[in-house]
T-cell receptor, first 112, second 117 residues
Framework: LAKTTQPISMDSYEGQEVNITCSHNNIATNDYITWYQQFPSQGPRFIIQGYKTKVTNEVASLFIPADRKSSTLSLPRVSLSDTAVYYC?????????????FGSGTRLSIRP | DADVTQTPRNRITKTGKRIMLECSQTKGHDRMYWYRQDPGLGLRLIYYSFDVKDINKGEISDGYSVSRQAQAKFSLSLESAIPNQTALYFCATSDLALEREGTDTQYFGPGTRLTVL
């Protein structure tokens, strides 16, 4: 079971770049790394997924080093609306759903 | 995601009552999930279903049961509600066949806030 470790909370300011790191030391060869975002009283929403190196979409970038034991979600030029909880998940394409765990996430607070 | 709906959105009930939470989806996904979220905590998986005839227990299935009535419907029941089941409940759907690689993206409903007195 690939457990993940993230900071409990982070603070930043509008316009800054925010990097949230997730540790997953026992990630398996077939595992992917996925990040979700959750606003208060809403369900989580998919942000980005990657396997290695760098993935970028219109919302964020995901950096994964060669050993894949950690990953970093990068949010460029954050705004107040980026205040949310961010979850890092690790799992393979055919992993049992019970092995893909949301955990407690990182609570990101953006200030003016 | 408006394609995943949950009813009711809020429910207050008493200890010992039977409660059913319903989830419907119009996304045509095969997989459906029920999660529970307690204040300040992450989501914990209660049950999941990969098709109509497939039901699996998650991390915290005790005290809960589910029914997959059709591909589009997945219900969660609390046979005899207790106060520590007070939480926010989310339904989610996914479809691995839609992903060329990687794991399937889960699409969540708006949640049901359940209070057991």
């Amino acid at each position: 079971l690939a457990k993940t470790t993230q900071p409990i909370s982070m603070d930043s300011y509008e316009g800054q770049e925010v990097n949230i790191t997730c540790s997953h030391n026992n990630i398996a060869t077939n595992d992917y790394i996925t990040w979700y975002q959750q606003f208060p009283s809403q369900g989580p929403r998919f942000i980005i997924q990657g396997y290695k190196t760098k993935v970028t979409n219109e919302v964020a970038s995901l950096f994964i080093p060669a050993d894949r034991k950690s990953s970093t979600l990068s949010l460029p030029r954050v705004s107040l609306s980026d205040t949310a909880v961010y979850y890092c998940l690790v799992g393979g394409r055919y992993s049992s759903a019970s092995k893909i765990i949301f955990g407690s996430g990182t609570r990101l607070s953006i200030r003016p | 995601d408006a394609d995943v709906t949950q009813t009711p959105r809020n429910r207050i009930t008493k200890t010992g009552k039977r409660i059913m939470l319903e989830c419907s989806q119009t996304k045509g996904h095969d997989r459906m999930y029920w999660y529970r979220q307690d204040p300040g905590l992450g989501l914990r998986l209660i049950y999941y279903s990969f098709d109509v005839k497939d039901i699996n227990k998650g991390e915290i299935s005790d005290g809960y049961s589910v029914s997959r009535q059709a591909q589009a419907k997945f219900s969660l029941s609390l046979e005899s509600a207790i106060p520590n089941q007070t939480a926010l409940y989310f339904c989610a759907t996914s479809d691995l066949a839609l992903e060329r690689e990687g794991t399937d993206t889960q699409y969540f409903g708006p949640g049901t806030r359940l209070t057991v007195l």
